[in-house]
């Protein structure tokens, strides 16, 4: 793991729109298509901003949320809303959007169909995680019921994640597809998920989800 410091949050998401851009050109050289993976939340809108703009053959981009909530694609909760308002746009506009959560059918019901769209972009060419203050990533929250499943070495693709903390189910990759990104980032902002995060790699991942896919991962931070 390595960390990157930012002046400020403005630099981080211009930095990292051009990070990422600069991988997904690389990738789209050696591949017909590549897979982005991204969180949703309150970090990654101004990296957003800048990556839609990206001069980059998109259409051969598969982008997909690294977990969604179970609500309806214009919730103000829906990750794919903010993902579809920020970053499936200007350019990015032509790339497809592979969602994970299908409106109207129960979540542990629907997810051979998604995991079968998913497979074919395996592994994932980039992965942009966020993080929790309580050390969750993706939607695997520390002690919530399988957990377990959802950090083993041979976890599906997908798993449903129930906590008493959220009010909606929420569907997430799993560890070792986050994990097995090709490329990993982290984007953190503020003192408290630093601190949060140098705890977190002395922790096991069952305490500390994130610390499962710290592997191998360049994290962006700025205070
Ligand atoms: O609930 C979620 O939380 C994490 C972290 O969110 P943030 O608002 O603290 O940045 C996010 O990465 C994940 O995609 C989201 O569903």
């Given at each position: 793991m390595n960390i990157q410091e930012y002046a400020d949050r403005e630099m981080l998401a211009i930095d990292v729109a051009n990070a990422l851009a600069g991988e997904l050109e690389a990738a789209l050289l050696h591949n017909d298509t590549v897979a982005l993976a991204v969180p949703g939340g309150t970090t990654p809108g101004p990296v957003f901003d800048s990556l839609c703009a990206a001069d980059l053959e998109w259409d051969r981009v598969?982008?997909?949320?690294?977990?969604?909530?179970?609500?309806p694609a214009d919730h103000e909760r829906s990750n794919e809303r903010l993902i579809r308002e920020?970053?499936?746009?200007?350019?990015?506009?032509v790339s497809q959007y592979i969602p994970l959560y299908v409106p109207g059918a129960e979540p542990e019901a629907a997810l051979p169909e998604v995991e079968s769209l998913i497979?074919?972009?395996l592994p994932l060419s980039i992965l942009v995680l966020g993080m929790g203050e309580d050390m969750h990533t993706a939607s695997l929250f520390p002690g919530m019921d399988g957990l377990d499943k959802a950090l083993d070495?041979?976890?599906?693709?997908?798993?449903?994640?129930?906590t008493d903390v959220q009010p909606e189910p929420r569907i997430s990759l799993t560890a070792p597809v986050l994990d097995g990104a090709l490329s990993k980032h982290l984007i953190i902002y503020g003192q408290a998920k630093r601190d949060v995060l140098d705890k977190?790699?002395?922790?096991?991942?069952?305490?500390?989800?994130?610390a499962a896919v710290l592997s191998g991962m360049t994290v962006h931070w700025a205070e």
């Open positions: 598969r982008v997909l949320p690294t977990d969604e909530r179970c609500v920020r970053l499936l746009t200007n350019r990015a506009s497979a074919p972009v070495s041979q976890a599906p693709t997908l798993i449903v994640a129930r977190a790699m002395s922790m096991p991942p069952e305490e500390a989800p994130i």
